[in-house]
């Protein structure tokens, strides 16, 4: 089955670390750039990190730059979010997602497989 499927979520302080994680099935994950998305309650999707297929090129929304590292292992099939210095308003449901191609690419349509998300609140 293909399919995409996030862990890692929880609730987390301001100035804590949480890592989420995107198990990845069905499809050569090896071939396909990842990205992680994230929307918050009544705002649209906001592409925030890619990573191109063999984890060489990354590329960072200037919202999480220096706070958030995208990562994968394709031997496991798996990517990963590394946050830190998380802000209340990095409280959003995160998503990883597949792209067409090897390279990342910021743009959400370009992306043709999507996990269900996983919840990330900061507060105090």
């Known amino acids: 089955q293909v399919r995409l499927v996030e862990s890692g979520g929880g609730l987390a302080q301001p100035g804590g670390s949480l890592r989420l994680s995107c198990a990845a099935s069905?499809?050569?994950?090896?071939?396909?750039?990842m990205t992680w998305a994230r929307q918050a309650p009544g705002e649209e999707l906001e592409w925030m990190a890619g990573?191109?297929?063999?984890?060489?090129?990354?590329r960072y929304a200037d919202s999480v730059k220096g706070r958030f590292t995208i990562s994968r292992d394709n031997a496991k099939n798996t990517l990963y979010l590394q946050m830190n210095s998380l802000k209340p308003e990095d409280t959003a449901l995160y998503y990883c997602?597949?792209?067409?191609?090897?390279?990342?690419?910021?743009?959400?349509?370009?992306?043709?497989?999507w996990g269900q998300g996983t919840q990330v609140t900061v507060s105090s």
């Open positions: 997602a597949k792209a067409l191609r090897t390279r990342p690419t910021m743009s959400i349509y370009e992306h043709n497989l």
């Open positions: 069905g499809f050569t994950f090896s071939d396909y750039a």
């Open positions: 990573i191109g297929y063999d984890g060489s090129d990354t």
